[in-house]
């Protein structure tokens, strides 16, 4: 019950030289591969961490360039996105904000719970955590951007007072090329204390026909990656500059 840690390993690139090679033999192992830039070569001899692109939802994720620390930007409009998953699935909630100067989607904060866990946990964790943070100028509640099903938003309203809004769900596959992309150009930044936001990003996978997202005891319904995959395509970026609050 509560808010959920993530314990799991983030896997960095190491590099080994294997220096007993001689220049012939080195020279063979890169014909042998393919090539020094095939994922062969770099798995095979120098033991770096090769992720099948084919079947991870954001082949291009690099901790080294898109998990870091960084200050609040100057200016910048902060939303709050939530995939709740019901019996089955995690339910994950992530503060993100569009830094203008940036162009860049930072991940400040994370939040998630197991499956099952009841509403009243849910909005009382993530009030505790971000109530009166991350605030828009002249707002004095957070907009909600939740996929919940029409009742339980109803709820959310009655019974908690929350405010909520669904997110963009139309054409599921351009909304993760979308966020594939961004970090492609390298626009998205995550904060390194948000761990399963990054274990999904580097891990989640789709299911065999590319139809969803695949099922695992760590990253649950690559929650993670479907809040983040709202956040991307519903920040509005064309509003006016807004001045970041204390």
């Known amino acids: 019950t509560g808010v959920q840690t993530c314990a799991l390993p ?9 220096k007993a090679l ?10 042998r591969a393919g090539g020094r830039h095939t994922d062969d070569f770099k798995r095979e001899y120098l033991n770096q961490i090769i992720r099948d692109k084919s079947v991870v939802v954001i082949p291009d ?11 609040l930007p100057e200016y910048c409009n902060y939303e709050i996105y939530i995939d709740w998953g019901g019996v089955r699935d995690f339910t994950v909630a992530i503060v993100v904000g569009y830094g203008y100067l940036e162009a860049t989607d930072f991940v400040f904060d994370e939040l998630w719970w197991g499956p099952n866990t009841p509403t009243e946990i849910i ?11 991350y605030l828009q100028p002249n707002r004095k509640e957070h907009v909600y951007y939740a996929d919940v099903p029409g009742q339980l938003a109803v709820d959310l309203g009655r019974t908690f007072k929350m405010s909520v809004a669904l997110p963009q769900k139309s054409d599921w596959e351009a909304s993760i090329n979308g966020l594939a992309n961004r970090f492609t150009q390298n ?7 948000c761990k399963l936001t990054i274990t999904t990003c580097q891990s989640g996978m789709f299911n065999k026909n590319h139809t969803d997202f695949e099922r695992t005891i760590s990253t649950g319904h690559c929650d993670a990656i479907a809040a983040l995959m709202y956040a991307v395509r519903g920040l ?8 970041v609050q204390g």
Do not use: M
Request: overall charge positive; charged content about 20%.
């Open 187 to 193: 626009k998205i930044k995550i904060a390194p204390h």
């Open 236 to 243: 509005n970026l064309h509003k006016g500059i807004l001045q």
């Open 22 to 31: 001689s220049q012939s033999q080195y020279e063979a192992c890169v014909r």
């Open 61 to 71: 994720f690099d901790p080294l360039r898109h998990v870091a620390s960084f200050d």
């Open 123 to 133: 909005v009382n964790d993530i009030r505790a955590k971000w109530s009166g943070k």
């Open 10 to 18: 983030i896997c960095f690139p190491v590099t080994i030289v294997v």
